[in-house]
Antibody
């Protein structure tokens, strides 16, 4: 059974940084694509970033240049490094393989 | 960028009655490999999304057969043949042919 467990969320001031982690079990993170999706409070789902099995990465325009997706194959973990955070980045962040989703981790950007 | 437009945004349904959600994309979702990467997700309040349908019409494991997906090109539909109480929540379509984009979501409630 595939399990994805996100961590690393929290309260950060505007302009600050956070690194989210997504630990995978029952699935090899480098074997397929993995996606970060976020959901602002009371809002819909928004695609943030993807990393493909070959290592190619892509970002939504709203986070391009500020967020970096990566993975550590030895730890079977996906990451999202977030810098220059803005109030509008406040959301629950999910990692997903498409069919499997983590429980999400809340990022709050506020002064 | 591909824009996904769902309708209706609110869907009150009587238990046991059918329901239908439309999803339209701003450009064709037929990918260069011939596949159409259109998925449907269901999210209950306080829960992570769950994928129901992928590649337009393929049901994920464990998804009841009252859920069906159809469509092609730019027009897609999710149908529930007989709505049950557990079907309440928000339904999202998502395209994966041109990076990723979600629809705005359709909130299904019981009348």
């Amino acid at each position: 059974e595939v399990q994805l467990v996100e961590s690393g969320g929290g309260l950060v001031q505007p302009g600050g940084s956070l690194r989210l982690s997504c630990a995978a079990s029952g699935f090899i993170v480098s074997s397929s694509y993995m996606i970060w999706v976020r959901q602002a409070p009371g809002k819909g789902l928004e695609w943030v970033s993807v990393i493909y099995s070959g290592g190619n990465t892509y970002y939504a325009d709203s986070v391009k240049g500020r967020f970096t997706i990566s993975r550590d194959n030895s730890k079977n973990t996906l990451y999202l490094q977030m810098t220059s955070l803005r109030v509008e980045d406040t959301a629950v962040y999910y990692c997903t393989t498409g069919v499997s989703w983590g429980q999400g981790t809340l990022v709050t950007v506020s002064s | 960028d591909v824009v996904m437009t769902q309708s209706p945004l609110s869907l009150p349904v009587t238990l046991g009655q059918p329901a239908s959600i439309s999803c339209r994309s701003s450009q064709s979702l037929v990918y260069s490999d011939g596949n159409t990467y259109l998925s449907w997700f269901h999210q209950r309040p306080g829960q992570s999304p769950r994928r129901l349908i992928y590649k337009v019409s393929k049901r994920d494991s464990g998804v009841p057969d009252r859920f069906s997906g159809s469509g092609s090109g730019t027009d897609f539909t999710l149908k529930i043949s007989r709505v049950e109480a557990e079907d309440v929540g928000v339904y999202y379509c998502m395209q994966g042919s041109h990076l990723y984009t979600f629809g705005q979501g359709t909130k299904l409630e019981i009348k």
